[in-house]
């Protein structure tokens, strides 16, 4: 595709200036004649851009929102997709309500040259000039079209009718192209402002409408959109027109269609007929996913007590796809290696991601799809919601997946996210695409989901389960926002305090302190009360962040602690700086745990006495509390009141543990600490380290699978070998990874598809030219989209200098497809043993990695820069990224929380490195 980029991406600002000739132009410029001639109407055609635009037209709204005064009621779009051109186009008429007189309609609009308008009212039909206008925050491409008309248009109803050419984008989101297996395709994303590239529309999420869709096609391929075909016939032209049936109100982010040859293949019909569409020759992949999907639904519609609301799902595995998955209605689209398992041979992993990411676009279907957020500041709603219930459905469809457990361990990193001085609210407000897109990140996913989990905990499952059913209910085929959450939840619970707790978690930044002390006294009450929790709240800061801060929160706060042996979960409302909390009949229990389960969105500090006695009492706690232990000891270093090496010291007391979660949390911190904390100097003693802590539990777990495994065994010898391999350097693990490799290599299906995604890149890092030809070799005709991931992440693993040259000009000659940036150029750019050849290669070939990478993903380069750990490097690298990427859309806020991690992570090493240094030497192993 990296030929039809340029095309595409050529000036767009000329295509506007085209009016009538766009096809022509762009067919010229990319060598190629169009289809078929624009249809020209004398009368109305496109306005020049430069010209004055009317005073007739409402000045663009600081808040990014579409004018007032015009509804629309309905969409109908006739399109016509041929993958194989450089545009597509049609016609859109839609159905709108004026709410008064005009001669302005503002809609949206981008890079559409639009070659007929035509508004009608009250029986009289008028051409209209469309004029393409930036919206108030825009950067570089207007996203407004203004349409003006000389006669008073309403009020009441009206129809727009537009005839328009459009390019298919140069990156994965509006209506874009991908070539496979030597077919051309074309797939759509327009989450979150994207349907404007597709067609005229008021692409905002709370105008939610009918689309009746028409696409024509060359005959030969077919198409697939939200709702059921409803016929389809072949032209003399040699086309196909496919019609769909009308679907229920939907908003713009979540139409979408897919042209192209496709293997289809039919699941169960029950709660509602199941397909998997996939590219030709790939759908014998889906049955896995087939079979996730239908038990999902089922269970999802006994949560909500709502069935699922549309006519058909579609599962659509897509060859080239930004994002994850996107929950269109009734047509959802993965990422192929998200999608197409091998029954046969797929990894734990990926069943667990396949199953997780099923469940969570499966569950907006009734959140954001059924019920929308009513605008883009509340997409937390979505997303946060989606993470939350995924996780509860995949345990009910496979307890021992228990993705609960893993949701802990995101809360903390997430945690990391929000301590940040840039950091993103919950609810923050969105005035632009670009501040839209920003909107999808930890704080939106993770604080979301732990924010729902802990109001969840505190109201109890049932409740919170019946007020958001009663929301659902309320709101079904609408819009919501947030307050109308919290009153469903209050409504159901009886607790008033709800909105309030939820405020203090969503409208501003930043984790809880929660200080807590133990003390006890004679019996005092009747009750025989002896102990009470002393609590008080401050916001946790990292040591880059001295100063007072004036933040407080409504905590609902849950203390764990033993009686007769027995842990009891007690908890309170913490509404103010200090609280007490009284554990009538506990006696004074050995210790207490504040934050029971790790339910909680807050850090905590104990008392040195009461640190003493938990510890003693850990064998007592549950694995989320153990973990805590760790986490919030860990957190402590980073705010400054740990040293590294007690942190290293209080790791030793956990060599009995078996917790996924707990070794899962000691790995991260390790790594971590590698980057912030230990100097080439310093690596080989903290490589001894990390092998006596680790070295025993993984020659225990083995580097092969044994039969009957469970998923958390699987998990744990991922986590530790992993950390063993790459901070250990340990040898056995290495030459176990080379091992295991070389026979994967001989023969996939040979080796444990975990041991394979764990192999493959331990044995990279130290590997040579001779191994990188056969990773190749499997990344360029993979058998499977999960074998292509396993050699594009060991590809990115090579540390050898001429083999981390050979995959950046890969990335830079568009040798690896957009969507598999992930797996390569971001592992190569923050990777601490590559990073600094990849940011030399990075400035001096930018010209040419700028062409190969769209916009959306240049805009998040910076992240390079939170990968540092220096303060002249992250400086450094700012100065010479930032002019580069800064009028992209979406990169504002990448730009100031990379710096900022940055210069946070410089400033623990400052701190760290000296002494940690100086205890790995006393304590060499
Ligand atoms: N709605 C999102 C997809 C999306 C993300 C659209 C960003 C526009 C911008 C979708 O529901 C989603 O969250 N996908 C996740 C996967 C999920 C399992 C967390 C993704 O794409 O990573
Ligand atoms: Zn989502």
Not at 46 to 52: D, G
Not at 78 to 90: A, C, E, I, R, S
Not at 180 to 205: K, L, N, S, V, W
Not at 312 to 331: Q, R, S, T, Y
């Amino acid at each position: 595709m990296a030929g039809n980029t340029s095309c595409a991406t050529r000036d767009r600002r000329r295509i506007w200036i085209a009016d009538l000739g766009l096809a022509a132009l762009l067919a010229a410029a990319c060598g190629q004649t169009p289809r078929a001639a624009p249809v020209v109407v004398a009368a109305a055609t496109a306005a020049r851009a430069e010209a004055p635009l009317p005073a007739t037209v409402p000045a663009p709204r600081d808040d990014g929102r579409l004018p007032p005064g015009v509804r629309p009621r309905s969409y109908a779009l006739d399109l016509t997709v041929d993958p194989t051109l450089p545009t597509f186009g049609g016609r859109a008429r839609i159905a709108v309500t004026l709410d008064g007189p005009t001669r302005a309609i503002v809609m949206h609009g981008r890079a559409l040259a639009v070659r007929t308008a035509l508004v009608t009212s009250a029986g009289v039909s008028q051409p209209a000039r469309a004029w393409p206008r930036l919206a108030a925050h825009d950067r570089g491409e207007p996203d407004e079209l203004a349409l003006t008309f000389d006669q008073l248009a309403g009020p009441g109803p009206a129809v727009i009718d537009i005839e328009y050419q459009a390019p298919f984008s140069p990156g994965l989101d509006g209506v874009y192209r991908v070539e496979e297996g030597g077919a051309p395709y074309a797939f759509t994303q327009f989450e979150p402002t994207d349907a404007r590239r597709a067609f005229p529309c008021f692409d905002e999420p709370g105008w939610k409408t009918p689309f009746s869709l028409t696409l024509t096609v060359p005959r030969g391929l077919e198409a697939f959109a939200n709702s059921k075909l409803a016929r389809r016939a072949d032209s003399a032209d040699g086309h196909t027109t496919f019609t769909f049936e009308p679907t229920p109100p939907l908003p713009t982010y979540l139409v979408a269609f897919a042209v192209g040859t496709f293997d289809v293949r039919d699941g169960p019909r029950a709660p509602a007929p199941i397909r998997l569409v996939a590219a030709r020759g790939k759908g014998d992949l889906g049955a896995l996913s087939i079979d996730a999907a239908a038990a999902h639904l089922t269970l999802l519609g006994q949560y909500f007590d709502r069935p699922y609301p549309y006519s058909k799902l579609d599962l659509v595995a897509v060859p080239n796809f930004g994002a994850g998955a996107m929950e269109n209605a009734g047509f959802i689209t993965f990422r192929e290696e998200l999608l197409l398992l091998d029954p046969a041979h797929a990894s734990t992993a990926s069943r667990r991601a396949m199953a997780s990411v099923i469940a969570h676009e499966l569950a907006h279907q009734w959140f954001g799809d059924l019920v929308t957020m009513a605008w883009w500041d509340d997409v937390w709603l979505n997303e946060a919601f989606a993470n939350w219930m995924a996780d509860k459905i995949v345990d009910q469809w496979r307890p021992e997946s228990r993705a609960r457990v893993k949701a802990i361990g995101d809360k903390a990193q997430v945690m990391a996210e929000d301590a940040l001085a840039s950091a993103r609210r919950i609810r923050n407000p969105v005035r632009s695409s670009g501040e839209a897109e920003e909107a999808f990140d930890g704080i939106t996913y993770g604080k979301g989901r732990a924010v729902l989990n802990m109001i969840e905990a505190w109201l109890g499952e049932d409740t919170f389960r019946d007020g958001l059913r009663r929301y659902i209910k309320a709101h079904e085929w609408g819009n919501a926002s947030a307050p109308d959450l919290y009153k469903a939840l209050a409504d159901a619970s009886g607790v008033r305090e709800v909105a309030a707790v939820m405020d203090s978690f969503t409208e501003q930044t930043g984790v809880p302190l929660i200080s807590a002390s133990l003390r006890c006294q004679p019996a005092r009450d009747a009750a025989g009360t002896t102990a009470v929790i002393a609590f008080t709240e401050r916001e946790y800061r990292t040591l880059d962040r001295a100063g007072p801060s004036e933040k407080t929160w409504r905590i609902p706060l849950c203390a764990a602690f033993p009686v007769a042996g027995h842990l009891q979960r007690r908890c309170m409302l913490m509404d103010g700086a200090q609280a007490e909390m009284a554990l009538p009949g506990a006696g004074c229990p050995a210790f207490f745990y504040p934050n029971a389960g790790e339910t909680g969105y807050y850090r905590f500090q104990l008392a040195p006495a009461d640190a003493r006695r938990l510890a003693n009492g850990l064998n007592q706690l549950s694995e989320q509390e153990r973990f805590g232990v760790v986490n919030n000891s860990w957190a402590s270093v980073w705010s400054g009141e740990l040293p590294a090496a007690s942190f290293l010291e209080l790791l030793r007391g956990f060599r009995n543990e078996d917790s996924r979660l707990v070794w899962g949390q000691i790995a991260e911190s390790l790594a971590e600490l590698d980057r912030a904390a230990i100097t080439d100097g310093a690596r080989p003693a903290f490589a001894a380290y990390v092998r006596d802590l680790l070295g025993p539990l993984g020659r225990r777990l083995g580097f092969t699978a044994k039969a009957g495994e469970t998923d958390d065994q699987k998990i744990l010898r991922d986590a530790v070998m992993d950390a063993l391999g790459n901070l250990g350097d340990d040898g056995w693990v290495l030459s176990q990874a080379r091992r295991a490799t070389d026979a994967w290599l001989a023969d996939a299906a040979s080796t444990d598809a975990d041991i394979a995604r764990l192999a493959v890149p331990l044995a990279a890092r130290h590997g040579d030219a001779a191994l990188y030809d056969r990773l190749l070799a499997v990344a360029r005709s993979p058998k499977t989209p999960e074998l292509r991931v396993v050699a594009l992440r060991g590809l990115a693993a090579f540390e050898d200098p001429a083999q981390v040259a050979r995959t950046l000009e890969l990335v830079a000659s568009g040798g690896i497809k957009t969507q598999d940036l992930r797996y390569t150029f971001v592992p190569l750019a923050t990777r601490r043993s590559t990073q600094n050849a990849t940011i030399a290669w990075i400035e001096g070939n930018y010209a040419r990695l700028a062409a190969a990478v769209p916009d959306p993903q240049r805009a998040r380069f910076m992240g390079v820069a939170g990968a540092l750990c220096d303060r002249e490097r992250v400086q450094s690298v700012a100065a010479f990224l930032r002019p580069r990427i800064e009028a992209l859309e979406g990169a504002d806020k990448s730009i100031r929380q990379s710096i900022e991690q940055g210069l946070r992570c410089a400033m623990l090493r400052e701190k760290e490195a000296p002494a940690t240094t100086q205890w790995l030497a006393q304590h060499r192993l």
